[in-house]
């Protein structure tokens, strides 16, 4: 089966960047999405359609994507920002029956 | 505004089954798909399947066809997800989550919890 692969942890001091990846095989040929989930809490979308940020998402956080690997990115961290976070794409078939997230990675900030 | 409210936290015994409902507000229900993805305790998002409101038709993950039936209401704006034959590795908060470029709103989780 299909597979996103984030690393488990990232650690960033406040007011450093911090970057996350994801790879995935059907990346060049699918969309990213990012979700933060803070404890006790629904997931929020960050980032759809690999860079676009939803309305009321902080200007901090940017998408990009290159080849098999997408990144989110946080300029200028905050401690609001500790949190997990999650890629979620699809496998190549395009179709929803292949919707998958990656195992995520937690931010923390130090 | 945009809500989806889901039913109440459920305790269910191995072997039986279980319905989550989760109704939406502030929207026209029938022009955007609803997504169910679980989260075990301390565990990662897992993806369970997607319905068109529109027409009922759904798509399931691999991993719980036959198990799952995802189902929808449009006179009373609900969706509903029935997971049967539970075990105890199905103990997890499910959430229904809207998709528009993404799951762009989530409902508040519903916890199952699967003991003997």
């Known amino acids: 089966s299909y597979e996103l692969t984030q690393p488990p942890s990232v650690s960033v001091s406040p007011g450093q960047t911090a970057r996350i990846t994801c790879s995935g095989d059907a990346l060049p040929k699918q969309y990213a999405y990012w979700y933060q989930q803070k404890p006790g809490q629904a997931p929020v979308l960050v980032i759809y359609k690999d860079s676009e940020r939803p309305s009321g998402i902080p200007e901090r956080f940017s998408g990009s994507s290159s080849g098999t690997t997408v990144t989110l990115t946080i300029s200028g961290v905050q401690a609001e920002d500790e949190a997990d976070y999650y890629c979620q794409s699809a496998d190549s078939s395009g179709t929803y029956g292949g919707v998958v997230f990656g195992g995520g990675t937690k931010l923390t900030v130090l | 505004q945009v809500q989806l409210v889901q039913s109440g936290a459920e305790v269910k015994k191995p072997g039986a089954s279980v319905k989550v409902s989760c109704k939406a507000s502030g929207y026209t229900f029938t022009s955007y798909y609803m997504h169910w993805v679980r989260q075990a305790p301390g565990q990662g998002l897992e993806w369970m399947g997607i319905?068109?409101?529109?027409?009922?038709?759904?798509s399931y993950a691999q991993k719980f066809q036959g198990r799952v039936t995802m189902t929808r209401d449009t006179s009373t704006s609900t969706v509903y997800m029935e997971l049967s034959s539970l075990r105890s590795e199905d103990t997890a908060v499910y959430y229904c989550?809207?998709?528009?470029?993404?799951?762009?709103?989530w409902g508040q989780g519903t916890t199952v919890t699967v003991s003997s």
């Open positions: 989550a809207r998709e528009s470029f993404g799951m762009d709103v």
């Open positions: 319905i068109n409101p529109s027409g009922g038709s759904t």
